[in-house]
Every structure is written in C-alpha cells, then in structure tokens.
Nanobody, 114 residues
Framework: QVQLVESGGGLVQAGGSLRLSCAAS????????MAWYRQAPGKQRELVAI???????NYADSVRGRFTISRDNAKNTAWLQMSSLKPEDTGVYYC????????WGQGTQVTVSS
C-alpha cells in the first residue's frame, strides 16, 4: 500500500513563498514520476508541475518561473517551492505518484491573500 503525506501548506500574503513537501511510503520500486496538482474553489483540478525519475520537470504556464519542483529519490520525497505567490494560486494542492495505479495524497490547503 502506497501512502503520500503532504505538508507545508498555509496562509501567505501575495508575493510570499511556501514550500510543500510530499513523503511517499510503501512498496515503491524504482523512482516513479511525481507531480503536484491543485484545485481552486469552483474549478477543475489542474496539473501544476511534474518531475520524472531523472528529475526532468515541466510546469503549467501559470506557475513557470515562480514554482520549482524537486525530489530526493533515495527518500521518495518531493517538494514544491512556490515563490511570488498570487491570490489565484489559492487552492488545495495534491501530491501524486504515477506507479501502476495513480496515488494521491490527502491534499494541503494553500491560501494566498491579496
């Protein structure tokens, strides 16, 4: 059974920074791709950033240049460093692991005040 535990969300003013963490545990073989999704109130869930086992990454246009995804393969941990936050970045952020089935974390709330 694979579990993902996110942490690091909170309330921050516009222009501030937050760092989200995602720790994966369970019988994980190899270094499957990991990603961060978010869901804003009243909107569909969207991909924010994704990182492969080789640490190549890709970002949504709305966050490119402001967010950085990284990982530690030895620890099965991923991070999302968010800078220059905007009110439109508000939402629940989910960590995702692509390995066989897709595993989702429980989500962590990020609120950016104007």
């Amino acid at each position: 059974q694979v579990q993902l535990v996110e942490s690091g969300g909170g309330l921050v003013q516009a222009g501030g920074s937050l760092r989200l963490s995602c720790a994966a545990s369970g019988s994980i073989v190899g270094n499957p791709a990991m990603a961060w999704y978010r869901q804003a109130p009243g909107k569909q869930r969207e991909l924010v950033a994704i990182i492969s086992s080789s640490t190549s990454s890709n970002y949504a246009d709305s966050v490119r240049g402001r967010f950085t995804i990284s990982r530690d393969n030895a620890k099965n941990t991923a991070w999302l460093q968010m800078s220059s936050l905007k009110p439109e970045d508000t939402g629940v952020y989910y960590c995702v692991l692509f390995w066989g089935p897709t595993y989702w974390g429980q989500g962590t709330q990020v609120t950016v005040s104007s």
